[in-house]
């Protein structure tokens, strides 16, 4: 099975960046398509983007799309999301997610972090 740990969260003003990583351990990296989802206080949590094994295909919510980036390093065990242009709506609660299966990478993951708090003040 593998774990994930997550890092880089903090408070940001509005209109800056942050940069999340994401460490994976206990598995093929290589072998897990990966993405991240975001939970905001008293609201379910809900996709923010995946991308594939080898780093070919990504996927974004379309509220994010155009201001974060998701890549990853096969070679460091660690998927990254580059949030640029952030907005007090994008306080949240950042969790990463791994699935061996690409059709559940954006739905159901089977693997979780534990997630970071990611705050953006207006």
């Known amino acids: 099975q593998v774990q994930l740990v997550e890092s880089g969260g903090g408070l940001v003003q509005a209109g800056g960046s942050l940069r999340l990583s994401c460490a994976a351990s206990g598995g093929t990296f290589s072998r897990y398509a990966m993405g991240w989802f975001r939970q905001a206080p008293g609201k379910e949590r809900e996709f923010v983007a995946a991308i594939s094994w080898s780093g070919g295909n990504t996927l974004y919510a379309d509220s994010v799309k155009g201001r974060f980036t998701i890549s990853r390093d096969n070679a460091k065990n660690t998927v990254y999301l580059q949030m640029n242009s952030l907005k007090p709506e994008d306080t949240a609660v950042y969790y990463c997610?791994?699935?061996?299966?690409?059709?559940?990478?954006?739905?159901?993951?089977?693997?979780w972090g534990q997630g970071t708090q990611v705050t953006v003040s207006s």
């Open positions: 997610a791994a699935d061996q299966r690409l059709s559940a990478i954006a739905t159901t993951p089977g693997y």
